[in-house]
């Protein structure tokens, strides 16, 4: 049974729009690991690192631990700017996976209201 035009553009935009709303599930579980070295106060990376470290880089290599100084949200007598940043940071991680998913979800209901 062969489906019309119009059907397979359907269904289409229906796997597209799930696509989307699958790729920011995916992705939140890293972005929140990012965000959580980004709020510590200091963050290993434990990799080897080749070559130099060029100037004006804030990170420093230690025993081949690259290491790099967090915005420390936990304390409370950090800057205003810096508590602006934590801020930043905290809400970054909702307004990236509610952004992808409501581009996902305005895909499927563009394609319900205009069909």
């Given at each position: 049974m062969a489906m019309n035009n119009q059907a397979q553009v359907f269904f289409y935009t229906l796997m597209l729009g799930i696509l989307v709303i699958m790729l920011a599930l995916s992705l939140a579980g890293p972005l929140k690991d990012t965000i959580d070295d980004v709020r510590n106060s200091t963050q290993n990376v434990n990799r080897s690192y080749e070559?130099?470290?060029?100037?004006?880089?804030?990170?420093?290599?230690?025993?081949?631990?690259?290491t790099t100084q967090g915005l420390d949200?936990?304390?409370?007598?950090?800057?205003?700017?810096?508590?602006?940043?934590?801020?930043?940071?905290?809400?970054?991680?909702?307004?990236f996976i509610a952004g992808i998913i409501f581009i996902g979800g305005s895909i499927i209901t563009a394609r319900l209201i205009f069909s």
């Open positions: 070559g130099e470290i060029s100037e004006g880089v804030p990170a420093g290599m230690i025993n081949g631990t690259i949200c936990a304390n409370t007598s950090i800057s205003d700017f810096d508590k602006a940043g934590c801020l930043v940071s905290d809400i970054s991680l909702f307004f």
